[in-house]
């Protein structure tokens, strides 16, 4: 009861936010069926790992779950290319996951605020005496700090390279010097800075170090394995070499493990994929085993509304793919980029982890939820079959081609073939829809017309029945799976 009373003291009532809705005001909250998510997961683990390859990323790991079911755990490429090691997608390869660790640093704030330790509107100075002099445009609150909206400078002096960052003592000369570079509440500016005195505030009311409670109240309770925000030997022997980007030609520059030291908290965090989708399944609704059910639902409401999404609640991104609600979070790191997402009403969360300065990795969570979308609403139309087909039959098409102009995946949806474009972060949005007219022959019955509508695609079967080619107008693709 106590901590209900204090909810309804900090949010303004009893009742939860209202879910979010989708495009037309349509709930996302609608049943997928394992099938459903399988097709899904199976278009865009192509579309990951053939993007990956395209964008010359040296290692790649990803997973999806559902209702907390690994439907897809994989990885591509090298932890490591002077040695060779292989990239994996479980306690084998470790990422620097840089500032989904401001997700961490929030559950950890709002964990103290469930327990009445903390208010989200307690001035900042009042928990951090040394910081009242350098915040003269009105008091900064906690809340503040996680939706960003304090006027908080974004990272100083701290660079984010090969260096070790600024140890405490630093940090505090340099933010008193300068703390803002605005007042309060007027504008949103992402500040790693914030999250940073975030983590002094939770040091400072624990008596505890950041790390201790990542250990202690994240890695414990959910049962992580390879999860830290320093670099304990148990974590730096699985980390992944990080490297900076590189124009054509130019050698791979790898970056130099570092300890994030002040900015643990805002960016810290080594992780893996196994890790992160259960951190995720831990902030579904139900789970109880961080935080109730109404503070993960304050942490995922939009608080500060930008110009465009994503939107940003507290420590989580807030945004949407093809009407689904998702809370998430990006990072970059030197050598890193990675990003997580979840889709409360849905029950699925995904994380994508690189070793590479890349795109790959935040196109390739919004790729898993729109794949989710459209196979969902293309579900019912893809459920004609003829000619002896069935699901397990089209699955023998499915795979990657090569040609002269180009890759196409070809993926299966319901009862029937789709192609797809890899060149696009929407790749179902126009997919031709293939309709079975022989054992190997398929009429394409949707299509864009500036495509082949109309016209039959046909396969090379090997021995074993296995496609190895594909041919569409004047066009023959060979099988090229990555």
């Given at each position: ?11 303004g ?21 394992e ?9 865009a ?12 990323v ?8 559902h209702?907390?079911?690994t439907v ?17 997608p ?7 996951v840089?500032?989904i ?19 989200l ?16 445009d ?14 908080i400078?974004r ?16 940090f ?12 309060p ?5 992402y ?5 940073a ?14 790390r ?15 999860t ?20 054509p030609?130019?050698?791979?520059r ?7 030291r002040?900015f643990?908290p ?31 639902l ?6 500060w509304?930008?110009?465009e ?8 991104m ?19 980029t ?21 795109a ?28 002896g ?7 023998r ?23 797809v ?22 009429l394409i019955?949707?299509?864009?017309d500036?495509?082949f ?20 107008g004047?066009?023959t ?6």
């Amino acid at each position: 009861m106590a901590a209900r009373l204090l909810w309804e003291q900090e949010v303004g009532g009893s009742n939860p936010p209202a879910p979010t809705k989708g495009e037309g005001g349509t709930e996302a909250n609608v049943k997928l069926t394992e099938q459903q998510v399988t097709d899904a997961a199976d278009i865009a683990e192509r579309w990951i790992r053939l993007r990956a390859v395209m964008q010359d990323v040296p290692g790649v790991s990803y997973g999806i779950t559902h209702a907390g079911r690994t439907v897809r755990l994989g990885a591509l490429g090298v932890s490591d290319l002077d040695a060779g090691r292989p990239a994996t997608p479980d306690d084998g390869t470790c990422y620097r996951v840089a500032s989904i660790s401001k997700t961490v640093t929030a559950t950890l704030t709002m964990q103290l605020v469930e327990r009445g330790r903390l208010r989200l509107d307690d001035p900042v100075s009042a928990h951090l005496p040394w910081l009242r002099s350098a915040l003269p445009d009105g008091p900064v609150t906690i809340r503040h700090l996680l939706t960003h909206s304090g006027g908080i400078i974004r990272d100083g002096s701290n660079a984010w390279g090969d260096h070790d960052f600024p140890d405490p003592q630093a940090f505090r000369r340099e933010v008193r010097e300068r703390a803002t570079f605005g007042p309060p509440s007027t504008t949103f500016r992402y500040s790693n800075v914030a999250y940073a005195l975030l983590g002094e505030i939770l040091e400072a009311t624990t008596g505890r170090p950041f790390r201790d409670l990542v250990r202690r109240r994240i890695v414990r309770p959910l049962g992580l394995t390879a999860t830290g925000s320093t670099l304990v030997p148990g974590l730096r022997s699985r980390l992944a070499t990080g490297y900076y980007p590189r124009r054509p030609g130019e050698p791979r520059r790898q970056t130099q493990p570092t300890e994030a030291r002040a900015f643990e908290p805002a960016g810290g965090l080594i992780s893996n994929v196994p890790d992160l989708l259960a951190y995720q399944q831990a902030h579904m609704a139900g789970d109880r085993r961080l935080l109730a059910d109404a503070g993960k639902l304050e942490m995922q409401r939009a608080q500060w509304q930008r110009r465009e999404e994503p939107h940003y609640g507290l420590g989580w991104m807030v945004w949407s793919v093809e009407g689904i609600a998702l809370s998430g979070h990006s990072g970059g790191y030197p050598g890193f980029t990675t990003k997580i997402a979840f889709a409360p009403a849905l029950g699925v969360a995904t994380a994508v982890l690189t070793n590479a300065i890349a795109a790959v990795s935040g196109e390739a969570v919004d790729v898993v939820f729109h794949t989710i979308g459209r196979v969902k609403a293309l579900w019912d139309d893809a459920g004609e079959t003829g000619h002896g087909h069935s699901r397990r039959s089209v699955a023998r098409f499915v795979g990657i081609y090569r040609g002269d102009w180009g890759e196409l995946i070809v993926g299966r949806v319901n009862r029937s073939l789709v192609l797809v474009d890899p060149e696009t972060t929407t790749p179902l949005k126009d997919a031709a829809r293939l309709s079975p007219r022989g054992r190997r022959s398929f009429l394409i019955v949707e299509n864009d017309d500036f495509g082949f509508l109309g016209e039959v695609v046909s396969f090379v079967l090997d021995r074993r029945g296995r496609s190895t080619a594909l041919r569409y107008g004047p066009h023959t693709l060979v099988r090229a799976d990555v």
